[in-house]
């Protein structure tokens, strides 16, 4: 079984709906990211959250927001999608301890439309 | 604000050969820079990390330096083969502890 897994993994949706994109780890990493993949533009993070309590912004988090609901468990929200939020999103996750310096371990991604 | 510079043009390489991607970083020296594979419509898979006070790391047919003077690290693939194929990210962080920034990639061809 995949260690970081994301639903759903395709979703098509109108502008103003409200979506949320799940994510779940096996990994039992104390942190975990939400990042944003657009053509040429490469990986954006959206938010991260270091534990449980603690969340935080990234470079693009204005229209997202997120929640911890566990240390296994992350979810992103579209409040009221609109069609440039259209991208594909990755959940992923580290670990502190890690000597690696914070290698990131990548979910499969959801390839989320707004039309 | 850090930026990082891949370069963007698909880079098409004759198997056998060695593939050499390059990753420049603005202003101030990374504690860690990290290269990622990318398949089409997969998520990234982590390959090295080396430090600011290495100057290079080998593993297998991958070698990775980092060149804090003129800040940039080149990514080699020796011996490379069409299952090489895909797209490579460069990615660096300031600490253990500190987020990562991601380039926008490289995407590599090897022909047979």
């Known amino acids: 079984d995949a260690d970081v897994t994301q639903t759903p993994r395709n979703r098509i949706t109108k502008t103003g709906k409200r979506i949320m994109l799940e994510c779940s780890q096996t990994k039992g990493h104390d942190r975990m990211y939400w990042y944003r993949q657009d053509p040429g533009l490469g990986l954006r993070l959206i938010y991260y959250?270091?534990?449980?309590?603690?969340?935080n912004k990234g470079e693009i988090s204005d229209g997202y927001s997120v929640s911890r609901q566990a240390q296994a468990k992350f979810s992103l929200s579209l409040e009221s999608a609109i069609p440039n939020q259209t991208a594909l999103y990755f959940c992923?996750?580290?670990?502190?301890?890690?000597?690696?310096?914070?290698?990131?371990?990548f979910g499969p991604g959801t390839r989320l439309t707004v039309l | 604000s850090q930026k990082i510079e891949q370069n963007s043009e698909a880079l098409n390489i004759q198997e056998g050969k060695t593939a050499t991607l390059t990753c420049n970083y603005t202003n101030y020296s990374p504690a860690y820079l990290q290269w990622y594979r990318q398949d089409p419509g997969r998520g990234p898979v982590f390959l090295l990390l080396?430090?600011?006070?290495?100057k290079e790391k080998r593993k297998e047919r991958l070698k990775v330096t980092f060149d804090t003077t003129l800040k940039q690290s080149l990514f080699h693939i020796t011996a490379s083969q069409p299952a090489d194929s895909a797209t490579y990210l460069c990615a660096l962080s300031y600490s253990s502890a500190s987020k990562i920034i991601f380039g926008s990639g490289t995407r590599l061809s090897i022909r047979p």
């Open positions: 959250s270091f534990d449980v309590k603690d969340i």
């Open positions: 992923a996750t580290s670990d502190p301890g890690s000597w690696e310096g914070n290698e990131q371990f």
């Open positions: 080396i430090r600011e006070n290495e």
